[in-house]
């Protein structure tokens, strides 16, 4: 090789080096649009999860509190930082105040084109929420019922339960459940936890169930003597953990979840018990024992691969009974609490990885086909 031809070679490789950091981070951003995008926003012991598939179009379950607009200040966040103009569609799963408190702030944020509920159905004390939410949605409101979709473009969201009803077939994979036989069953919880607007979320082989609310009795519905909804890979944990009144060990145990994230506060929902709720007995015969500490019964759970917090619960502590500290995205009390979140970016062909917006930790997962 001459002299010139050397230099030019030379040239080009050094070019080459210089270009390689920028075309990699091109190529990122290419796969990152094509992937299905998850940000559980820290509503300390609320719910606020918002979806915004490959298309672009966006889907917010839930709004949190309605405290000094501080839910509604950290959702609009998150919408901006995933690049929203406004929020597409808007699921409020049922009236209670940290599920629909921060709706009316939000709404003088941020555009939200429809909203999604369970209906007038309502008990008296959470009225003012109803009519509260009825006043922001206007015409634009739509009752849903099980079997229903939410036409999220990009992505298949269904509606599984709602007002008082779940759907009667079963889908993704569902069939008999033989945890059922002697499974622990509990009373019913007050109405607005029986009537939730849940969803199950399907992007290529990965999905996502959030049931809000619902509680155990529903979930054995769900669950028994046939899985409904089938196995999962990835489970938003009801009542934000507080595994007293719901996680029914035979519905997490049909739908078999590889990873979990418990939105939780510093003081709700992981970490709390209840010893006056108690199983009731199966024809005159207590039900088979179960593990009663939220975390562990999720954490021996066959095939599960992680749990993510959003808070480290102040409730109990005992480093046993909370996952790794690097999965959990905020660790203070309430008032120096920075809100951190926890994402997801799922790709078309399953796998998925989660990413703890604190410390910038993440860890890869393959849906389960």
Same mark, same amino acid.
């Given at each position: ?73 950290? =959702?609009?966040?998150?919408?901006? #930082?995933?690049? @929203? /103009?406004?929020? !597409?569609? &808007? *699921? $409020? +799963? ?48 739509? =009752?849903?019922?099980?079997?229903? #979709?939410?036409? @999220? /473009?990009?992505? !298949?969201? &269904? *509606? $599984? +339960? ?208």
């Amino acid at each position: 090789m001459n002299r010139a031809m050397k230099l030019f070679t030379g040239a080009a490789l050094g070019l080459a080096g210089v270009l390689a950091p920028a075309s990699v981070a091109s190529a990122l951003a290419q796969s990152n649009a094509q992937n299905l995008q998850i940000y559980w926003i820290d509503v300390e012991g609320g719910a606020a999860t918002l979806i915004v598939s490959p298309s672009g179009e966006s889907l917010l379950l839930d709004t949190g509190f309605p405290d000094a607009d501080r839910d509604a200040k950290r =959702i609009y966040a998150a919408a901006q #930082k995933a690049g @929203l /103009k406004q929020i !597409d569609y &808007l *699921v $409020v +799963s049922h009236w209670h105040r940290d599920h629909e408190g921060g709706l009316a702030a939000l709404a003088k944020m941020i555009p939200i084109g429809r909203f999604f509920d369970h209906g007038d159905g309502v008990e008296a004390v959470d009225k003012a929420r109803l009519d509260d939410y009825k006043a922001v949605a206007g015409s634009k409101r739509t =009752i849903v019922k099980p079997g229903d #979709k939410i036409p @999220l /473009k990009g992505a !298949d969201v &269904l *509606v $599984v +339960s709602s007002e008082f009803t779940l759907i009667d077939h079963p889908v993704n994979g569902g069939g008999p459940n033989p945890l059922c036989a002697d499974a622990a069953q509990m009373a019913p919880a007050a109405p607005e936890n029986q009537r939730m607007v849940g969803v199950l979320v399907t992007f290529g082989a990965f999905t996502f169930l959030d049931l809000a609310d619902l509680d155990w009795n529903k979930e054995m519905e769900l669950g028994c003597p046939i899985n409904k909804v089938g196995r999962v890979s990835l489970y938003q944990t009801s009542r934000h953990g507080s595994f007293d009144g719901a996680g029914a060990p035979a519905f997490l145990g049909a739908i078999s979840p590889q990873v979990i994230v418990v939105n939780n506060g510093p003081r709700k929902g992981l970490g709390q018990s209840d010893d006056r709720v108690k199983p009731l007995e199966i024809q005159g015969k207590p039900a088979a024992p179960y593990e009663k500490n939220a975390y562990l019964r999720m954490a021996k759970l066959p095939g599960i691969e992680g749990i993510w917090q959003g808070h480290l619960s102040l409730l109990d502590k005992d480093p046993s009974h909370n996952t790794s500290p690097d999965m959990i995205a905020n660790f203070e009390e309430t008032a120096e609490c920075q809100g951190n979140l926890i994402t997801a970016s799922v790709a078309p062909e399953g796998k998925f990885t989660l990413t703890n917006g604190r410390n910038g930790f993440s860890k890869t997962y393959v849906a389960r086909r």
